[in-house]
């Protein structure tokens, strides 16, 4: 089939020096008439040794001279031959050829035979056997022959040649290419055939052609140009011979793309992000136009509930999540990205669906069932002249997650059944990927969820602080990290303010934090100081490694974490804080000035690493101080150090005047624009005192009397607060504290009463053993005074201090008396 549509000839390449086969002409009689370099390389005879004389007795050694006959006889009869044999070379040592003898015509039917020898011996030898011609000798394939003169007009061409480019050998004689292919491509050819006579090297170069049996697809040769001589060693003229290599073209092609495809596909963990980069990959490499159709659950990190054959037959919604087209200015293209897409029930697309297998249909039907669904997308489909179309399921793990749809308008070429081979390729790397994002998006959810739930929902108001907190979870490819805050109310009107992160990301990192917030918490109501606190936690995390170690015999698998715990006091303004490897607080005065407290860093929890005790610090707080407690990731960037987040964190903060609300907004919004790789939280408070009106405490001695004496000065406390409701209840509990410290305590005892969201009756003393409940039986006289201060109670416990210890019980007060 010709070139009719001037289509080129050629694609130009460069051309490159490759002997791939020994060339010789004989005539009719066996006599050779034309020699070249090639062939003088191969078995040492110079051209003058051998052109006028005889082939049989030139090149087979004498013992074969016999068998040549033979040869020549077969090549008579069958128009040809290939086969093995041994030739000596001129220095007297035998070589072993794959010989091949091919026919060709001259004008007025004359005929010559072309020897085309390849060595076989180079292949053991480990020599470059990539030349396509040398592929095709040894194959046995199909070879193409052209000899031109010195003028490069065609003088003789074989009948493989005809079936190559489908004109007739009768057009070849004495034309040029020029003649028989008009353009810039066949004087290309002939370029490189005018480079090869004056410069005697082999040259090759690829051409396309239309063969007949190609059914209008474009084949893609590779032409080996060679010079002939005589036996002066002139140049007679010019021999090309060409190998069909399209299927190799095609292979190398398909693995260009391939190998594209895994650096294009797939670099983030956004399936909508995937389905774009396999639109654009295809186009214009594959199709013309590009569309990747999910199924709507996908984006959202949902894998589809139907399994490949089980479908109903209501298709799926899908989602576009990537659209690539040749040429993006068309204004009337009929399809949008992120659009939600109906599939017709009765359409392939929905086949696809239903049953994952894929669909070619090289000339497109748009007529079908879906027209009458969507006639104007149907129209405009026409008008744009797509005429061919692969409609590629996205499959994992016995899903289809989507589809692929490729089209063709411009090209010309229907899509070919190798076509949907490479599609199908594609396709299958990108649904890996797909999946991949796809079960991160699941963890990720998962460890979101068990997060969020884990996390403080909301803080209760409390009169000694405002608190306001954020967390943002970390970038796609980080996933959610093991960041937790907590705020927690203690004993004394006192608060505890608790920020920490666990090393890692993930659903495990986000299962250990809610372990490590639930044992500070526990650890909490142990009314420990916070250096004591981060040592039973260290105690706590070490025991997790151990008890999470894969096997017995193996470590224990680390897990590491940073804390930082503080308590603050409103009674007396002071906040005692500890750090376990975390970064310090900020604390911010009413006039917006920042510093960040010179405190121990302590070791991170759960490395082992305790041999430095932890150690806590204590600070006066005036009223209003903002007290900002974070983890690492608000801080720490790719980009910048650690002293620029903390710049940063504290311009952001000595704004005054805003609410702890606009402010978190506000550090957020500071951080820098692309999504942070750790996990950011931030816990602000704002402390307050409480007024001296709300706190009243009497020192009692040590002596039965001042059991009497304490009685009466909580009743008429309550009075002055208007609490009498409560003067019954509060007598009992005061005279069973009190009694408590005279019998088991030693030295002064205290008594306080604090109003705040609950009303706190403390007893002091030095004693620093804690009590314990007891059930009495019925015939014990003692041991039921803890057993009616539990039962009068809110709440009621002990805590440590500085001179002995302290027992606490607290009752509800009615909201108007809380103080807020």
Known sequence: MTNTDHTPLTEPMSPRETPDAAIAMLDAEGTVVGWTHAARQLVGYTAREVVGRSAAHVLPPPEEALRAASYAAQCRAQGGWSGTVAVRHRVGHTLKMTLRLSLLWGQDASTRWLVSVTDIGTLSSGAATDGPVRESLLARAPIG??????????????????????????????????????????????????????????????????????????????????????????????????????????????????????????????????????????????????????????????????????????????????????????PELPWVREEVVHVHPASSFANALRTGGAHLEAVLDTDGPWVDHDPVRAQKVRDTGVHSLMVVP??????????????????????????????????????????????????????????????????????????????????????????????????????ALVVGDVVGHGINAAATMGRMRTAVRTLADMELPPHELLTHLDDTVRRLNAEDADAPDQDPAVVGATCLYAIYDPVTRRCTMARAGHPPPAIIDAQGHVIYPDMPAGAPLGLGLGLVPFESVELELPEGTLLALYTDGLVESRDDDIDVGLDRLGAALARTGSSLEDLCSQVIEALPSQAPADDVTLLLARTHGLEPARVASWELPNEPAAVRNARQAAVHQLSEWGLEYLVSTVELIVSELVTNAIRHGGGPIRLRLIQHQVLTCEVSDSNTSHPRPRHPHSIDENGRGLFLVAQLSRRWGSRSATDGKVVWAEQDLPIKAVAV
């Not at 399994?307 to 799926?316: A, L």
């Not at 899509?415 to 797909?434: I, K, N």
């Not at 943002?472 to 907590?486: K, L, Q």
């Open 394 to 495: 996205i499959r994992a793990r016995r899903c289809v997650l989507g589809l692929a749809l490729f089209f063709r308008s411009e090209e010309q070429t229907p899509f070919q059944e190798d076509d949907l081979l490479l599609a199908e390729e594609l396709v299958t790397r990108a649904a890996l990927c797909l999946d991949n994002a796809l079960q991160y998006a699941r963890e990720r959810n998962a460890a979101l969820t068990l997060q969020r739930d884990l996390l403080p929902h909301h803080v209760r108001r409390h009169a000694a602080v405002e608190v306001a907190s954020r967390y943002v979870p970390a970038d796609m490819d980080r996933g959610v990290g093991g960041d937790w805050f907590d705020v927690i109310e203690l004993s004394g009107a006192r608060l």
């Open 145 to 330: 022959i052209v000899v031109h003169d010195l003028q490069l007009r065609c003088t003789l061409v074989n009948d493989v040649m005809e079936h190559h480019v489908g004109v007739s050998r009768d057009r070849w004689f004495g034309r040029h290419l020029n003649d028989l292919f008009p353009g810039f491509e066949a004087e290309a050819l002939e370029a490189v055939m005018r480079q090869v006579l004056e410069s005697g090297a082999t040259k090759v170069h690829e051409y396309r052609a239309w063969p007949p049996a190609g059914r209008g697809r474009a084949h893609v040769f590779s032409a080996s140009y060679f010079c002939l001589q005589d036996a002066d060693g002139a140049t007679l003229g010019v021999c090309s011979l060409s190998v069909d290599v399209t299927g190799n073209r095609r292979a190398r092609e398909r693995l260009a793309i391939l190998s594209e495809a895994s650096t294009r596909i797939g670099s983030t963990l956004d399936v909508m992000q995937t389905g774009q980069e396999l639109a654009t990959l295809a186009v214009p490499l594959l199709a013309d136009h590009a569309l990747v159709d999910l199924v709507e659950s996908v984006p959202f990190g949902v894998e589809p509930s139907g399994r490949i054959g089980t479908t109903s037959r209501r298709p799926p919604l899908l989602r576009r999540a990537g659209l690539a087209t040749i040429d993006p200015d068309v």
